[in-house]
């Protein structure tokens, strides 16, 4: 790449090769017209041109400079041989080593002052020097990976990252990397393939646009209803799910989710509840389906194995005489002695639920009678199959015994 500063762009070689003579340049004005007739413009100009370039020179509008080549490639201009000196030290300081640059001086007229910056001179002969490149580096903790050129470095990051874009990818970057452009040494310098394979290990953060449309769940709605009977739901209306469109942003780190946003949120569709009418009727001689417990008194055997057989009931130790109340509204569909249970109560609640109350001392109800949830229909006591006062109380679902602790509060 040949860097030309435009401060001083060399036009026309003059023909000067000895120090010496630049010096009789500066001798006078005098000697000015000498180094004018020298140019190869010379024969141009005429004793007026002449005449205005001295007073130029006398005014310290314009004076001499030199252009600076390394070989054929300019690579600035400076007041004195000692400035290009210098700007080659640096440029070998930083090469570290000898850069055996072949300088060559030429002298020309530039407006006063208007030299080559000394930083650019230095790095114009990093570059004519064939070692170094004006390119990009990506330096990642205490790595740096030179690429042959700011282009094959761009394609790098792109392969790198490329298996953690999608779609809706708006950004991507490579966590903790510095992106550095400037003049680079070409040896060890590399490709974006071989560069990509140095990025190795290094997390990728990419954030993405994602646009959704949800759907908003209807309500539901419950109306009670005393005409219907206990259980039976009628659909009023049906409703509607409703719709939104949501924008996030998701941010990722090597593709997994670390940080979720919405950003913009809008409802396309508003729901329509559902409303449901509710039955809570309730006929006299049926249950409700929830019970209550029949007896005061407490556990003394749990529903379940006892005794190698099972115990379909639970027994509630109380004083003979206590009263005993329907755990929950129904019909007596038995009363009398039935073998072990002795005086046993079963009401049916007409929902597939019935319960047994045994061993009773005393039965208040008759067969077929109606009775409320919580009235008295018998009193504790210890017949048939007993060794002492106490209530077997059963619940039965469609005729098999259930726990009645499941069902009792
Ligand atoms: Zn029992």
Redesign the pocket.
Known sequence: MEHVHTACKPRRQAKYKSDEEYKVLKLGLGRVFIFAKKMPFTVKLGAAASFIISLLFAMNIISIGYNVYVGKTPVGCVAARHDGDAALSAAEKKWGGELSLDLKYYPRLVFFGKYSNSLNVTESMLLASGKFARTSAITVGDRRIVFTSTEEMKKAEELYMKPYKTENTVSARLRGARISEGLFKKDGSVNAEKGAEMLSGVNVITTERVNETETIERETETIEDNTLHKGQVTVTQEGADGAREVSRLITKVNGEVTKEYVIDEKITKKPVKRIETVGTFIPAGEGSGDFAVPVSGTVT?PFGERWGRH?????FGAAEGTPVYAADSGTVSFCGVSGGYGNLIIINHKNGYETYY??LSRILVSSGQQVEKGAKIGEVGSTGN?TGP?L???IRKNSVPQNPLNYLP
């Open positions: 055997s115990h379909d009931g639970t027994d045994g061993h007993s106490h077997h109380f059963e």
